[in-house]
């Protein structure tokens, strides 16, 4: 199972921008999503979480620019962001704790990760 993220661009200072994530493939059940993001020459950070109930967690600096929801019936994590900074240019990877059922019919617990996508903010 693989994780397909979307939505990364260039934007200029003050913009928007929406980030979506869903899996390759059906799952069973899928528990934590969230976001985190790597900048150039900077360790990758938590940007944002949300549980199958949706009750969110946000790292501090990035609340009340940044909105993490999803759809569980589309397997989906989106990641709004607005008033966007230069200082957000990073690689955004998204992930989620899945469970689903092999070949063999054998369940399967995983922390998977998407590809990453690039947001940059420049004018």
């Known amino acids: 199972v693989q994780l397909q993220a979307s939505g990364g661009g260039l934007v200029q200072p003050g913009g928007s921008l929406r980030l979506s994530c869903t899996t390759s493939?059906?799952?069973?059940?899928?528990?934590?999503m969230g976001w985190y993001r790597q900048a150039p020459g900077k360790q990758r950070e938590l940007v944002a979480t949300?549980?199958?109930?949706?009750?969110?967690n946000y790292a501090d600096s990035l609340r009340g620019r940044f909105t993490i929801s999803r759809d569980n019936a589309k397997n989906t994590v989106y990641l709004q962001m607005n008033s966007l900074k230069p200082e957000d240019t990073a690689v955004y990877f998204c992930?989620?704790?899945?469970?689903?059922?092999?070949?063999?019919?054998?369940?399967?617990?995983?922390?998977?990760w998407g590809q990453g996508t690039l947001v940059t903010v420049s004018s």
């Open positions: 949300i549980t199958s109930g949706s009750t969110a």
């Open positions: 493939r059906r799952v069973s059940r899928i528990d934590d």
């Open positions: 992930t989620a704790n899945i469970l689903y059922y092999n070949t063999r019919d054998e369940p399967v617990a995983l922390k998977a």
